[in-house]
């Protein structure tokens, strides 16, 4: 079938999912395949359980004529994705990446125009070959502004995904230490995150860039249009007022929202919080609704979260973790203002040759400090000399926890998402 056909089938029925569990009356069901699983084998049982279309790319058993064939499901889902982005010549469609930070700017971002303006974002962290599809198909005929994240583990995957989300304006929140096995070391971090910006100097698009960071001015150098923020020197400017608790920022040029005091977690989320003033700012939102719109987002799925459970303050922040997040997020934690403090640190993913240094790198980052007590949690963890607490699993670890009974007590639990670390307080 033409894409065209199927995107018409699509009008009609504007609804695709790719999981047979979560298929509502009237959706299109794209059978998806992997190493471990064949969606295709599905098809009939998509459309008993109501879907309109089955998409495949393997001949069905039996035919119907709403099983539909053809090439690749995947490649498929993202043509028509492209194709529905194509209808959209005049929408901004702002495009996320970055080691740390994306998805809490992701939803700063959108809290801020969506304040003003019919905004679609990423839900949840659907940031990959299928939930960038996914997430475009999700837009609607009145979107104002959409804002797709983009998760990426090797070269060539961001520029694959600009080709169908085609976004005209770009961040690249950092480059920092993550998923250097995929990447192949720091030099091609900045190099797979710069296809993004790659791709804005090429179609000439807008780039926000951090102006602190002295890679980013590299990296965005020829892009026609560049919005900065940083601490000095940037379109938008500002500092931490404070980080002893929740983070409080204080806007010192470019916006007159004066102090923001947000419900996030560390100062490394100062510029997240300027992101979002400053792309708010770009797109004329009014400041009384930026600083509205950020100090009421509250932070979920164990991304900088404050929790005060009885007498004890725990930093929540496990959703992912690499050397550049950790070192920051320990600092921050070393230095805020409280005394019982205690560490629940889980092993770093995807760091390859260089796991082992990593993770001894960052042991010696902890003992610069004094702490009530440290546990360390699976990965490479297990394989590096350290004095402290340590558990082969989550689960291990939340026996421990248990039984420690701490009261008065300053907590952070972090960790790569593999390791739940977020289960020790379950």
């Not at 480059?175 to 091609?188: M, Q, R």
Request: aromatic share 8%; proline share 4%; with cysteine.
């Amino acid at each position: 079938m033409e894409i065209a056909a199927l995107y018409k089938l699509y009008q009609q029925h504007p609804s695709i999912q790719t999981d047979t569990r979560q298929l509502k009356q009237g959706d299109i069901f794209f059978a998806l395949k992997g190493p471990n699983f064949n969606a295709n084998l599905f098809a009939p049982q998509a459309l008993q359980n109501g879907a309109a279309y089955a998409i495949v790319d393997e001949a069905p058993e039996y035919p119907d004529e709403r099983i539909i064939q053809v090439g690749d499901t995947l490649a498929t889902l993202q043509e028509l994705a492209g194709y529905h982005r194509r209808q959209f010549e005049k929408t901004p469609f702002i495009a996320i990446t970055g080691s740390n930070g994306k998805t809490t700017s992701k939803e700063l971002v959108h809290a801020v125009l969506s304040s003003t303006y019919r905004t679609y974002t990423t839900e949840g962290n659907l940031n990959n070959h299928i939930g960038i599809p996914l997430t475009l198909l999700r837009v609607k005929p009145d979107a104002a502004i959409a804002i797709i994240e983009m998760g990426a583990n090797h070269q060539k995957e961001i520029e694959g995904y600009c080709k169908y989300t085609r976004p005209t304006h770009g961040i690249i929140t950092n480059c920092g230490k993550a998923h250097l096995e995929g990447f192949g070391g720091v030099e091609g971090i900045k190099k797979g995150k710069g296809e993004l910006f790659d791709y804005l100097r090429a179609h000439h698009g807008t780039a926000f860039a951090m102006w602190d960071y002295d890679y980013l001015r590299e990296m965005s150098a020829g892009i026609p249009e560049v919005i900065t923020y940083g601490t000095h020197s940037a379109t938008v400017t500002g500092k931490v007022k404070s980080s002893s608790g929740l983070l409080e920022v204080e806007l010192t040029g470019g916006a007159g929202t004066g102090t923001i005091k947000t419900q996030l977690v560390g100062e490394y989320n100062l510029p997240n919080i300027l992101l979002a003033v400053t792309v708010g700012k770009y797109f004329q939102v009014p400041e009384d609704k930026i600083k509205q719109a950020l100090e009421a987002y509250t932070p979920s799925n164990s991304r900088s979260q404050l929790i005060e459970k009885g007498s004890n303050r725990i930093i929540l922040d496990a959703y992912n973790a690499n050397p550049t997040s950790m070192k920051a997020a320990v600092e921050n934690f070393a230095n805020m203002e409280g005394t019982n403090k205690v560490l629940l640190l889980g092993g770093m993913m995807e760091l390859g040759k260089e796991s082992l240094q990593e993770h001894q790198a960052l042991i010696e980052l902890i003992k610069k400090y004094h702490w009530k007590d440290v546990a360390l949690v699976g990965g490479d963890f297990n394989k590096v000399q350290h004095p402290f607490i340590n558990f082969s699993n989550s689960n291990e670890a939340r026996e421990w926890y248990l039984q420690q009974h701490y009261s008065n007590s300053n907590i952070l639990i972090k960790g790569s998402r593999s390791t739940k670390m977020e289960k020790v307080l379950e």
